[in-house]
Each structure stands twice: as structure tokens, then as C-alpha cells.
């Protein structure tokens, strides 16, 4: 008599249309044995999320539970950004508008170095934030909160990652975040570390009994 087999666990939409951002949590969730869909692979499009919270996990939740409840999926999403002490806190929770609709990462690098421009070497402390949510269909939500603390440069160093990432040096690493490889910046990024939280809850009792409603 052949074992009967674990059904396998159904796949967590990633509500983010950030691809960057939707691929660091896949290959996050991925080492917690955690399959994931994307945005991109639904049937049908999900009206967008309007962000409009005053802290990330504001963010975090309206957007967990608002693709949660139009896909009929548990949905896990994040808000993230980077605080910059020199210029108290900002760009914050407004990190990926940073100057304006219009500019990508590169330009919202430049933007930064330019407000910087004048803030000496001893003053240009930072930290990345992230709150990762789970949320189920019915409005159920956990959080979870990651952060990682580093300088930022005067100029791009590395060509990996997305955002910020060429201008955050993490001094352990003695390097940007672009430039080291995704799996050694998962072990201490804000998004990894919100991102292990949670992928510990689900695999937990508690978290298993959450997945099932």
C-alpha cells in the first residue's frame, strides 16, 4: 500500500507589482518551502491599491487585505522604505515617490545624493524598513516588522538589488547592498528579516491554524 501524500500547500499570492520587490519575497518564501503566485499570474486584473498610510504598516495591511479579499487568496505584501537621520526620517514611507512620479531608481538616487550633498561623512547614518503582512481573504492580518541600519555614499556602488540599494552600505558587509549576492543580503536586509518572521509564523502552529481560516 503506497503512503498517502501531504497535500501540498497552496501557493500565497505576492501582492506587489514592484517586480524587484515581488522576486525578493518569492525567493525568500521559497527557502521556508513557501510556492507563491504573482500579481502577473491571476486570471484577471485586481484594481491597484491606492498607499496612501502614514507608516508602512498602514501600507502593509490595506494592501495584504485588499488583494486578499478580490483574489480570494491569502496574500502577503509588504511596505518598505529608507530613513535617512540627516533629513529626519525622510524619504520614509514615500520612498518609492520620492521625487515625483517620474523618476526611476536612479533618478530617485540622484535625488537623494542631492539632498544630501551638503550632510558630512559622520552624518549620513540610514536604516531600511519593512513590515511584511499576511493577510487572509476574510481580513484576518498578521505584521511583522525588519530593519537594517547603514550609511549612504556619495555615489552608486554595484549594480544588484533595486532602489536604494547602491547607495546603502552595510558595514558589516563592507559593501552596498548592490553588491553582494541576493541570498548573503536576505540573511540581514530589512525585507528579509520582516520576511523570516514571517515565513516563521506560517510554518508554526499558530500560523498553520491562521492559513486555515
Same mark, same amino acid.
Given at each position: 500500500?503506497? &503512503?498517502?501524500?501531504?497535500?501540498?500547500?497552496?501557493?500565497?499570492?505576492?501582492?506587489?507589482?514592484?517586480?524587484?520587490?515581488?522576486?525578493?519575497?518569492?525567493?525568500?518564501?521559497?527557502?521556508?518551502?513557501?510556492?507563491?503566485?504573482?500579481?502577473?499570474?491571476?486570471?484577471?486584473?485586481?484594481?491597484?491599491?491606492?498607499?496612501?498610510?502614514?507608516? @508602512?504598516? &498602514?501600507?502593509?495591511?490595506?494592501?495584504?487585505?485588499?488583494?486578499?479579499?478580490?483574489?480570494?487568496? $491569502?496574500?502577503?505584501?509588504?511596505?518598505?522604505?529608507?530613513? $535617512?537621520?540627516?533629513?529626519? +526620517?525622510?524619504?520614509?514611507? @514615500?520612498?518609492?515617490? @520620492?521625487? +515625483?512620479?517620474?523618476?526611476?531608481?536612479? +533618478?530617485?538616487?540622484?535625488?537623494?545624493?542631492?539632498?544630501?550633498?551638503? $550632510?558630512?561623512? +559622520?552624518?549620513?547614518?540610514?536604516?531600511?524598513?519593512? #513590515?511584511?503582512?499576511?493577510?487572509?481573504?476574510?481580513?484576518?492580518?498578521?505584521? %511583522?516588522?525588519? &530593519?537594517?541600519?547603514?550609511?549612504?555614499?556619495? &555615489?552608486?556602488?554595484?549594480?544588484?538589488?533595486?532602489?536604494?540599494?547602491?547607495?546603502?552600505?552595510?558595514?558589516?558587509?563592507?559593501?552596498?547592498?548592490?553588491? $553582494?549576492?541576493?541570498?548573503?543580503?536576505?540573511? #540581514?536586509?530589512?525585507?528579509?528579516?520582516?520576511?523570516?518572521?514571517?515565513?516563521?509564523?506560517?510554518?508554526?502552529?499558530?500560523?498553520?491554524? %491562521?492559513?486555515?481560516?
Amino acid at each position: 500500500m503506497s &503512503e498517502a501524500k501531504t497535500p501540498a500547500k497552496p501557493p500565497i499570492l505576492i501582492a506587489s507589482s514592484n517586480p524587484g520587490k515581488a522576486r525578493e519575497l518569492a525567493e525568500l518564501l521559497a527557502t521556508a518551502g513557501q510556492s507563491t503566485t504573482t500579481l502577473t499570474d491571476l486570471p484577471a486584473p485586481i484594481p491597484t491599491f491606492e498607499e496612501n498610510g502614514r507608516t @508602512y504598516e &498602514e501600507n502593509g495591511l490595506g494592501k495584504a487585505r485588499h488583494y486578499a479579499r478580490l483574489s480570494g487568496m $491569502v496574500a502577503i505584501a509588504d511596505d518598505s522604505g529608507l530613513e $535617512v537621520d540627516a533629513l529626519g +526620517g525622510e524619504p520614509g514611507v @514615500y520612498s518609492a515617490r @520620492y521625487g +515625483g512620479p517620474g523618476l526611476d531608481d536612479a +533618478g530617485r538616487n540622484r535625488k537623494l545624493l542631492e539632498a544630501m550633498k551638503n $550632510v558630512p561623512e +559622520g552624518g549620513r547614518s540610514a536604516r531600511y524598513v519593512a #513590515v511584511a503582512v499576511v493577510a487572509r481573504p476574510d481580513g484576518e492580518a498578521r505584521a %511583522f516588522r525588519g &530593519e537594517c541600519d547603514g550609511v549612504i555614499l556619495r &555615489e552608486p556602488q554595484g549594480s544588484g538589488g533595486f532602489g536604494y540599494d547602491p547607495l546603502f552600505f552595510y558595514p558589516p558587509f563592507g559593501a552596498t547592498f548592490a553588491e $553582494v549576492e541576493p541570498d548573503r543580503k536576505h540573511t #540581514v536586509s530589512h525585507r528579509g528579516r520582516a520576511s523570516q518572521a514571517l515565513a516563521e509564523f506560517l510554518a508554526s502552529p499558530a500560523g498553520r491554524t %491562521f492559513l486555515r481560516g
